[in-house]
Structures are given as C-alpha cells and as structure tokens.
C-alpha cells in the first residue's frame, strides 16, 4: 500500500518540484532527511551521479530497507538509522537537503 502512494502522479509532481528547487548537480552531495522507501533518494542520486553522494537519514530501519532495495546498484547512497532533529551527518558536509513528510511524524513540542 505505502509503495502505491509514493507512485501516485501528486507524489511524482511533488518530487520533481523537490529535485528542481535543489537544483542539484553532477558531484554535489545531498542528504534526504525522512528517506522513506528512497524514491527521492533515487532521483536525487541519477541527479548527482557517481561523483555525488547521497546520505539517507531515517527513524525506520523497514523504510532504510526499502530505500536500500530500491538504490540498489548505486554505492554512493548512503543510508544511515538516525533523526532529523539530531543528524548524523557533520554539518556543512552537504550541498543540498531535502525533509519531506518528516514534521508530521515528529512528536509535538512543548
């Protein structure tokens, strides 16, 4: 079912919108925050190629999974267990980052 909805013509628009703003190139590194099942990870590593780098952050290892299965045959993803309000990445070591529906799944502040 959750495979059904990322395929659906809103959430293609939606993820061309996301790759034209970073406006991502050949050998940049990205960092997609939220991967989920990878399909914007996939996109954004044909974006950068092989000279690139893109670094996977999610909450779920089933997700990491998911997003594993589908960059298959593209070793310069990356994929860590980690959470958007505590990153483990090292900051200022991406060009570009993408967070998409991360906020709702995040516990309330308060």
């Not at 495979?3 to 959430?11: C, G, L, M, P, V």
């Not at 950068?48 to 290892?61: A, K, L, N, R, Y």
């Amino acid at each position: 079912m959750l495979e059904s909805i990322y395929q659906t013509r809103e959430a293609a628009i939606r993820r061309k919108a996301v790759l034209d703003a970073l406006n991502l190139k050949r050998g940049e590194c990205s960092l997609d925050i939220g991967t989920g099942p990878g399909f914007v990870a996939l996109e954004m590593a044909v974006a950068v190629g092989g000279t690139g780098q893109v670094e996977c952050i999610d909450t779920s290892e089933t997700m990491m999974r998911m997003a594993f299965t589908r960059c298959a045959g593209k070793p310069w993803v990356c994929f860590q267990i980690g959470s958007a309000t505590e990153l483990p990445v090292s900051s200022n070591s991406c060009d570009a980052a993408a967070v998409i529906q991360v906020l709702e799944f995040r516990p309330r502040p308060t």
